[in-house]
């Protein structure tokens, strides 16, 4: 068992480019979560899927971010037009079903200059 | 408001002594996790704990529904417990997903 896998580790925009996260969950879970991580807010919510299916996006900003779930075993994150302060640690987590435990990946840190 | 409330910010603490965080929840709670992780580092699950008592090693997960709070004990603190432990909280109303505590920032010196 891998664990819930991430890429790319580190992605580095430059302002008003487009990034591109990629998130594997564990095999046979059911809820997929995307999650941000930054020293100011601290860990938020962004979206998350269950069976594929988008449930909850009540933490994804308006504009410019978008999240999908093609098959059970990958999720992307996109972030059109990155800012500075799109900067952050992404974070991807899975569980068996939503409301299990979560497992987290190891994150992708994005730099936007 | 803020629906998870951790204490304390920061601890130090001498090699071998004995530790307890807390995490107050605003609201009633679904489920409930603590998480570790070191600078930089990955977060990793140390309870999945909605109610009851749970041990690993030297750590002890209590969640107490009615009171709204659960708490993180560590045993015999060691240097390699240095880093930042974080609750979070699922609740009915707002699904699944998972809501962070501040973190606690632990430092055991040697």
């Known amino acids: 068992n891998a664990g819930v896998i991430q890429t790319p580790r580190h992605k580095v925009t430059g302002k008003g480019q487009e990034a591109t996260l990629w998130c594997e969950p564990i095999s046979g879970h059911s809820a997929v979560f995307w999650y941000r991580q930054t020293i100011v807010q601290g860990l938020e919510f962004l979206t998350y899927?269950?069976?594929?299916?988008?449930?909850?996006d009540s933490g994804m900003p308006k504009e410019r971010f978008s999240a999908q779930m093609p098959n059970q075993s990958h999720s992307t994150l996109k972030i059109q037009s990155t800012q500075p302060q799109d900067s952050a640690v992404y974070l991807c987590?899975?569980?068996?079903?939503?409301?299990?435990?979560?497992?987290f990946g190891p994150g992708t840190r994005l730099t936007v200059l | 408001g803020q629906q998870v409330q951790q204490s304390p910010a920061s601890l130090v603490l001498q090699e071998g002594e004995n530790a307890e965080l807390q995490c107050n929840f605003s609201?009633?709670?679904?489920?409930m996790q603590w998480f570790y992780q070191r600078p930089g580092g990955s977060l990793v699950s140390l309870f999945y704990?909605?109610?009851g008592t749970k041990q690993s090693g030297r750590l002890t997960s209590t969640t107490v529904i009615k009171e709204r709070r659960s708490s993180l004990h560590i045993s015999s603190s060691q240097t390699t417990d240095s880093g930042t432990y974080l609750c979070a909280m699922a609740t009915n109303s707002a699904g699944n997903k998972l809501t962070f505590g501040i973190g606690t920032r632990v430092l055991v010196r040697p």
């Open positions: 899927f269950r069976n594929q299916a988008p449930i909850d």
């Open positions: 704990n909605p109610s």
């Open positions: 609201t009633s709670l679904n489920s």
């Open positions: 987590a899975s569980s068996l079903d939503p409301d299990y435990e979560q497992y």
